[in-house]
């Protein structure tokens, strides 16, 4: 029995003997990573980046541990009104928040006026009609108003309360409200929201600028016909590996950078509690950024073979394009159900899954499941893309379709 | 020596035949000239043989066996419309270029250095190709083709924009490779140029070999006119059975002759008539034989 083997002679070699050209994918991803790191633009962008999250950080710790110390004028004369500012004031320090009041005791009305108009002092309390007035120049801070309200409504209360032969304790007893948190780790709306925000525009600038990046690179050696030469030199399948691997680890390296400086501008401030929790949800968004843009890369590799000059870009990539917004605008926009159904759906879940599990509602198979979905969808695109890329790379003269490129014969 | 051939070489666009049955021989250790008008099949039968673009059908053979993906990994080539890396330096991708061929990257520095440096561009080895001359960054593409000693070279317009002095230095590169035994083919539209230069010739037309020989061989095969020079006006051989008179001015006349029978017929009017002063056979220009097969 004889075996055939096909070996038909008009297909270029793809599936060479070892002929020492196994290695080139290594030395076009290093190429692809050198030329990015010098590139001028590339590097401010990224210096830029990194500047404006430190600052953004920075705004936000400065922000939250800003004390404002606000001055209640009261007349000297009236009891009431020095114990219920006095009373405001340590309310004031109990919450530990980041309003401070001060006490300030004037003559008469009069002189309360010109403090307030002199800017000594920021509120007046004094008694008006059938209850309390707060004064400011403007509408008082409504923290302020808060605390004063408080303590002017316990004293009122303590007096009326006497008056009656009770105490305030008895009036209020069973009407106390205290709050607790069922799952301490869980995060504030306003948190999440935030994260996940984050999370969508790394993804989103991290794909369309390490996209670009290799599809021009792509074009780049098209037009000058330079892939002729290295088609003759390696087989095409090392070339598109060696940019897709340079190009992701770009992508992952400057993700993984953009994380750890926000990482570290949250430690250092007042959410600092959410540490633990953002850190699982970035180490998992980190995972699946990589293996999602490994898919990304490959089709931006193609829209790169696809054009002939590198003016065609802009059209070719627009599929990519598309599907990157997309993905950026439903997953920091989608809730619920939605969000769930995202979070398992190929490239979407990249965003999506790590949201999920910043906000603690998932059990632990959930991102492996998604992860296994998308490495799934890594390998069916680069497959599809690697032929796309054979036959569309030597077609020379206007742009080509997917349709062209996947018939090629070569 | 090796030679390079191609036998049958076809290649189909959809219904159009861009190349058809192309066979011809690149023996080592000679320049072959290309040449064909645009559109001819020129740089597709060049693309077939070096594996970038699929064979319809046909073969490239290398020193008699089918080519190698192998083999092909040690040709020089120079693709057409060519250009570099606009924003990488000459030196870098010239040792990326040899790395790819398997070239060690310390042998590869070295030997784009010595070339670098024949060329007189070694003090600007660092600057980014955009940054050089049109020539100099032609030069800089010869170089790619021509490290790591290639066992064959395929050279698609080699001297497209090149001055005269820039053409032969090259050439002159180019014989370095054929004293080696090594083929070179490379296409042209300069027919004065691949005149000057080359061992052996081939023309295409409309995706065929109309001729393929050496320059002298293309000769004898072309049509040979021949020069009459009389005393008195020639006017007269356009009436002779079996005579073509190409040219007629004055006394002289151009004329193509249908066999040695009209010849003597010729002369024996003319010596009739007058005095003939000469009667000899004009070899045909390589320009006059392109146009000839090429019409």
Same mark, same amino acid.
């Given at each position: 029995?004889?075996?055939?083997?096909?070996?038909?002679?008009?297909?270029?070699?793809?599936?060479?003997?070892?002929?020492?050209?196994?290695?080139?994918?290594?030395?076009?991803?290093?190429?692809?990573?050198?030329?990015?790191?010098?590139?001028?633009?590339?590097?401010?962008?990224?210096?830029?980046?990194?500047?404006?999250?430190?600052?953004?950080?920075?705004?936000?710790?400065?922000?939250?541990?800003?004390?404002?110390?606000?001055?209640?004028?009261?007349?000297?004369?009236? $009891?009431? @009104?020095? &114990?219920?500012? /006095?009373?405001? !004031? %340590? =309310?004031?320090?109990?919450?530990?928040?980041? +309003? #401070?009041?001060?006490?300030?005791?004037?003559?008469?009305?009069?002189?309360?006026?010109?403090?307030?108009?002199?800017?000594?002092?920021?509120?007046?309390?004094?008694?008006?009609?059938?209850?309390?007035?707060?004064?400011?120049?403007?509408?008082?801070?409504?923290?302020?108003?808060?605390?004063?309200?408080?303590?002017?409504?316990?004293?009122?209360?303590? $007096?009326? @309360?006497? &008056?009656?032969? /009770?105490?305030? !304790? %008895? =009036?209020?007893?069973?009407?106390?409200?205290? +709050? #607790?948190?069922?799952?301490?780790?869980?995060?504030?709306?306003?948190?999440?929201?935030?994260?996940?925000?984050?999370?969508?525009?790394?993804?989103?600038?991290?794909?369309?600028?390490?996209?670009?990046?290799?599809?021009?690179?792509?074009?780049?050696?098209?037009?000058?016909?330079?892939?002729?030469?290295?088609?003759?030199?390696?087989?095409?399948?090392?070339?598109? @590996?060696?940019?897709?691997?340079?190009?992701?680890?770009?992508?992952?390296?400057?993700?993984?950078?953009?994380?750890?400086?926000?990482?570290?501008?949250?430690?250092?401030?007042?959410?600092?509690?959410?540490?633990?929790?953002?850190?699982?949800?970035?180490?998992?968004?980190?995972?699946?950024?990589?293996?999602?843009?490994?898919?990304?890369?490959?089709?931006?590799?193609?829209?790169?073979?696809?054009?002939?000059?590198?003016?065609?870009?802009?059209?070719?990539?627009?599929?990519?394009?598309?599907?990157?917004?997309?993905?950026?605008?439903?997953?920091?926009?989608?809730?619920?159900?939605?969000?769930?159904?995202?979070?398992?759906?190929?490239?979407?879940?990249?965003?999506?899954?790590?949201?999920?599990?910043?906000?603690?509602?998932?059990?632990?198979?959930?991102?492996?499941?998604?992860?296994?979905?998308?490495?799934?969808?890594?390998?069916?695109?680069?497959?599809?893309?690697?032929?796309?890329?054979?036959?569309?790379?030597?077609?020379?003269?206007?742009?080509?379709?997917?349709?062209?490129?996947?018939?090629?014969?070569? | 020596?090796?030679?390079?051939?191609?036998?049958?070489?076809?290649?189909?666009?959809?219904?159009?035949?861009?190349?058809?049955?192309?066979?011809?021989?690149?023996?080592?250790?000679?320049?072959?000239?290309?040449?064909?008008?645009?559109?001819?099949?020129?740089?597709?039968?060049?693309?077939?043989?070096?594996?970038?673009?699929?064979?319809?059908?046909?073969?490239?053979?290398?020193?008699?066996?089918?080519?190698?993906?192998?083999?092909?990994?040690?040709?020089?080539?120079?693709?057409?419309?060519?250009?570099?890396?606009?924003?990488?330096?000459?030196?870098?991708?010239?040792?990326?270029?040899?790395?790819?061929?398997?070239?060690?990257?310390?042998?590869?520095?070295?030997?784009?250095?010595?070339?670098?440096?024949?060329?007189?561009?070694?003090?600007?080895?660092?600057?980014?190709?955009?940054?050089?001359?049109?020539?100099?960054?032609?030069?800089?593409?010869?170089?790619?083709?021509?490290?790591?000693?290639?066992?064959?070279?395929?050279?698609?317009?080699?001297?497209?924009?090149?001055?005269?002095?820039?053409?032969?230095?090259?050439?002159?590169?180019?014989?370095?490779?054929?004293?080696?035994?090594?083929?070179?083919?490379?296409?042209?539209?300069?027919?004065?140029?691949?005149?000057?230069?080359?061992?052996?010739?081939?023309?295409?037309?409309?995706?065929?070999?109309?001729?393929?020989?050496?320059?002298?061989?293309?000769?004898?095969?072309?049509?040979?006119?021949?020069?009459?020079?009389?005393?008195?006006?020639?006017?007269?051989?356009?009436?002779?059975?079996?005579?073509?008179?190409?040219?007629?001015?004055?006394?002289?006349?151009?004329?193509?002759?249908?066999?040695?029978?009209?010849?003597?017929?010729?002369?024996?009017?003319?010596?009739?008539?007058?005095?003939?002063?000469?009667?000899?056979?004009?070899?045909?220009?390589?320009?006059?034989?392109?146009?000839?097969?090429?019409?």
């Amino acid at each position: 029995m004889t075996t055939v083997r096909q070996n038909s002679s008009n297909a270029p070699a793809q599936e060479p003997p070892d002929d020492g050209s196994r290695g080139a994918w290594l030395l076009v991803a290093q190429r692809e990573i050198v030329t990015r790191v010098m590139n001028k633009a590339f590097v401010i962008g990224l210096l830029v980046s990194l500047a404006v999250i430190a600052l953004l950080a920075a705004f936000f710790t400065w922000q939250s541990t800003r004390v404002d110390t606000y001055t209640v004028a009261v007349a000297g004369s009236d $009891a009431t @009104a020095v &114990a219920s500012a /006095t009373a405001a !004031a %340590e =309310l004031a320090d109990a919450e530990g928040g980041s +309003t #401070e009041l001060e006490l300030l005791e004037v003559a008469d009305d009069d002189a309360a006026r010109a403090a307030l108009s002199a800017g000594d002092a920021d509120v007046w309390l004094h008694p008006g009609g059938d209850g309390w007035v707060l004064a400011g120049e403007g509408q008082p801070d409504s923290t302020v108003s808060r605390l004063v309200g408080t303590a002017v409504e316990q004293e009122v209360l303590a $007096a009326n @309360a006497e &008056a009656a032969g /009770t105490t305030p !304790a %008895e =009036l209020s007893e069973g009407a106390a409200l205290t +709050t #607790e948190a069922l799952d301490p780790d869980a995060m504030g709306e306003d948190t999440l929201f935030f994260a996940s925000f984050a999370l969508s525009f790394l993804f989103f600038a991290g794909a369309i600028g390490s996209g670009m990046m290799i599809a021009s690179s792509v074009v780049e050696e098209k037009q000058s016909r330079l892939v002729e030469i290295i088609a003759t030199a390696v087989p095409l399948r090392q070339l598109l @590996a060696g940019k897709i691997v340079g190009s992701s680890v770009i992508a992952a390296g400057q993700n993984l950078l953009f994380a750890a400086v926000g990482l570290a501008a949250v430690a250092v401030s007042p959410i600092a509690i959410a540490l633990p929790a953002l850190s699982t949800s970035l180490i998992w968004f980190v995972v699946f950024f990589t293996v999602g843009f490994l898919a990304l890369a490959a089709l931006y590799a193609v829209a790169g073979a696809l054009a002939s000059r590198s003016e065609d870009l802009q059209y070719t990539s627009t599929p990519m394009t598309m599907l990157v917004m997309g993905v950026y605008f439903l997953t920091f926009t989608a809730s619920g159900s939605f969000l769930t159904v995202l979070s398992y759906v190929p490239v979407a879940n990249v965003v999506a899954m790590p949201a999920r599990v910043l906000s603690g509602d998932t059990s632990w198979w959930e991102p492996v499941v998604s992860l296994l979905i998308l490495a799934a969808f890594a390998v069916l695109a680069l497959l599809v893309s690697e032929r796309a890329f054979r036959g569309a790379l030597m077609q020379t003269g206007g742009r080509i379709s997917w349709k062209q490129a996947l018939r090629a014969e070569a | 020596m090796t030679t390079l051939e191609v036998h049958d070489l076809t290649r189909t666009f959809g219904d159009r035949r861009a190349v058809d049955a192309v066979s011809f021989q690149a023996p080592g250790g000679m320049l072959t000239g290309f040449v064909g008008s645009n559109g001819a099949g020129k740089t597709t039968t060049m693309r077939m043989m070096m594996g970038v673009l699929s064979i319809t059908s046909g073969e490239v053979r290398f020193g008699g066996a089918p080519v190698t993906r192998a083999d092909r990994r040690t040709f020089g080539y120079m693709p057409e419309e060519r250009g570099l890396y606009p924003k990488q330096p000459a030196i870098d991708q010239l040792v990326y270029l040899a790395r790819l061929r398997g070239i060690p990257a310390a042998a590869a520095r070295t030997e784009a250095m010595e070339h670098l440096d024949r060329l007189g561009l070694a003090e600007r080895a660092k600057d980014h190709v955009e940054k050089l001359s049109l020539g100099n960054q032609q030069r800089v593409q010869i170089t790619a083709a021509l490290m790591g000693r290639p066992r064959a070279l395929i050279l698609d317009e080699p001297f497209s924009g090149l001055d005269p002095a820039a053409v032969d230095g090259m050439v002159d590169l180019l014989r370095e490779h054929t004293a080696r035994g090594v083929p070179v083919l490379f296409s042209s539209h300069q027919l004065d140029l691949v005149e000057r230069l080359c061992e052996r010739l081939v023309i295409l037309r409309t995706g065929e070999v109309v001729a393929d020989g050496t320059p002298a061989e293309l000769q004898e095969a072309g049509t040979v006119r021949h020069r009459l020079v009389l005393d008195s006006d020639a006017g007269w051989v356009r009436g002779v059975p079996g005579v073509h008179a190409v040219d007629v001015d004055g006394p002289t006349a151009l004329v193509e002759l249908a066999d040695d029978a009209t010849t003597q017929r010729l002369l024996a009017t003319a010596l009739e008539r007058g005095q003939v002063r000469e009667l000899s056979p004009v070899r045909p220009s390589l320009a006059q034989i392109y146009r000839e097969v090429t019409a």
